[in-house]
Every structure is written in C-alpha cells, then in structure tokens.
C-alpha cells in the first residue's frame, strides 16, 4: 500500500514539473486553469505585468486546491500565484494554505469586498444566468419565479447539479430580495427547490453539457453560465437570456505559503487586479471585471459593457455569491442536496 507521505512526493514532483522552467529572482509561475480562459489571461494579463514590471511568467495549469494544498504541505511550493474558485479560496485559508496579501503593493479598491481576503482577492466575475430557447419559447422568462412557473411558462427545463447557486435562485424565486438572500435560509431553499424538482428533465455537471442542452434545444429554460451561453450563441444556439437575478461567482488568486517568490507575486496580482489590466480581459473571454474602475476606462466600448455580466447596469440586479458562507456549510449542504436529487 502507498504511503500517504510516497503520494505528497509523487504529487509534488509532478507540480514541479508541471512549473516549468526554473525560478529566478526576476520570474513568476503562475497557475491556473488552461484552456481559452488561460489563454486570455496571458494575453490581458501575463504578458502586459511581465513586460511592465520587466520579469517572466511562467505558466503551469493546475486543476483545484487538492494539488495547492499537496504543494503547501509536502513543503515543496512551485508556485507563486494560484487562480482559484472564490469557494476554495475561502477554504484554502481557513487552512491556513496561502500568504498575507499586501495591501500597500494591491490596490484594492473598486472591487467588492466580498473578494478582497487578508489572503485572497477576487480576479474575475462568471454569471448563472437564465436563459431560454428562442425558437420554442414564444413568452420568456423573466425571474426565476418565472422559471418556477410551470403553467404559465411552460417547457423543459436543466438547472446544474449543484447546491451552490441553485439554492440562491430557489430563495430568489420564493421572493426573498437580493439582499436579503444570506444567510441562506436553508429549509426555505430546500423546500423551494422540492417545488421544482420533478421538472428539471437534466441536472447538468459541466459547462459543455449545458451549452450542448440549449444548442441542440433539448431544453427550453436553463440556468446556464453566461460565457458557456455566449459560446453556444456564436456557434448558432438560438437563445435568450437575461442578467435578472442573475448569480455572480468569482475566481480568485492567492499565493500559496511557502511560494518561492512572494514578494514579486504580490507586485504582478497588484498589475492583475489593476482597472487597466482587468478592461482587457473582456476583450478575449466573456468574463467579467471584477474591479468596476475597469469600467471608467476608455478601454471597452458602450455596446461591449452592455454584454459584460459584471458592467455597472449588470451588476446591480445580480447576487454575488458568499463564498465564505459556502467554504464554512458547503460539504454538509452537498450531502443532503445530493440525497434530494437522487431521490
């Protein structure tokens, strides 16, 4: 039987790897998700902080705060910077797995305290959004009391196949207003969503089987993320939606403890998290800033801002998802959500 120390050894020699290239005093690695949304990152981000501050970045791809926590443990720390869920930033330090941030070097304002930690900031915004097949919805959707109407909205419908969020629009939809809706009534939402239960024809798991649903019309009503929706639409989905109620999750970045570079980390989440830097993402992926001074710029037109799920005329009718809340009462919320799913 493998040792639990063998697997930290093993975990931490493939991170090291996964580091690429060797650290120097004037170099980052920086880890995150790969795919389109680390492309755009290097092109909005990486690459402007790297020539700016005159330094390399070098990028590993990582995929949760499993292989953070290793890294951190095992005492053989890769990485410089993490892009994490808000979530699993919220328990990463409550396990003490990240640095201070420091805010002298971070300029912080114009974020939403919600993501603005003694170790973690927010880096980017994503939206639960509801949206409709326009082909065979004739009256739309308009609140997810709406979505809960099967008589007068009916159709088909997907929600994923998570607690977090679902239980946001439950209460939502059972009127609790938007700032009212933490701390989560627990039973409430569970109730709630008893109400809904036996409609939804797909609990979907992933972000490409919610863009699949609305693309080939196996649904007619979804809670769907807004990039994973915007994709669909510029591959021929014909679909509706709307930023009412909509959910606001967050990614976040940190530096794990231990990082080999710490000092030239805080500088480049500082260039990171900047109205500048954070204006450009948009322009390469359908996420949204989450510092709303991004907004004042003149870097991204009026009809774009329109389209961005974080803009100042968005943001104001959505919920932005307590990540502490969810770090603190998720693993017991998930065993009862999956018991009434299953059921």
Known sequence: MISYRMTLMAAAAATALAAGPAQSADSITVASWGGAYQDAQRKA?????????????????LSGLAEVRVQVRSGAVTWDVVDLGA???????????????????IEAEGIDKALVHDDWIGIIYYSTILAWNTD????PPKSWADFWDTEKFAGLRSLRGQPQ???????????????EVYPLDVERAFK???????DITTWWTSGAQSAQLIK?????????????????MGDGAKAGYTYNQGA??????AIPKGAPNKELAQKAIAHFVSAKQQAMLPKYINYGPVNQKAFELDVLTEEEKK??????????????IDAEWWGENGAEILERWDAMIQQ
């Open 45 to 61: 981000l990486f690459d402007p902080t790297a020539k700016e501050l005159g330094v390399t970045i070098n990028e590993a791809t």
């Open 87 to 105: 979530t699993e930033c919220a328990i990463g330090a409550k396990e003490g797995l990240f640095e201070p941030l420091d805010y002298s070097v």
């Open 136 to 139: 065979t919805v004739e009256n």
């Open 165 to 179: 969020v679902q239980l946001e629009i439950a209460l939502m939809a059972d009127g609790v207003p938007i700032d």
């Open 192 to 198: 709630k969503m008893e109400e809904i239960k036996g």
């Open 216 to 232: 080939d019309g196996e649904v007619d009503m979804i809670g769907i993320w807004n990039g994973r929706l915007s994709a669909a």
């Open 248 to 253: 606001l999750n967050a990614d976040c970045l």
């Open 307 to 320: 389209a961005i799920n974080s803009s100042p005329e968005n943001i104001k009718n959505q919920l932005v």
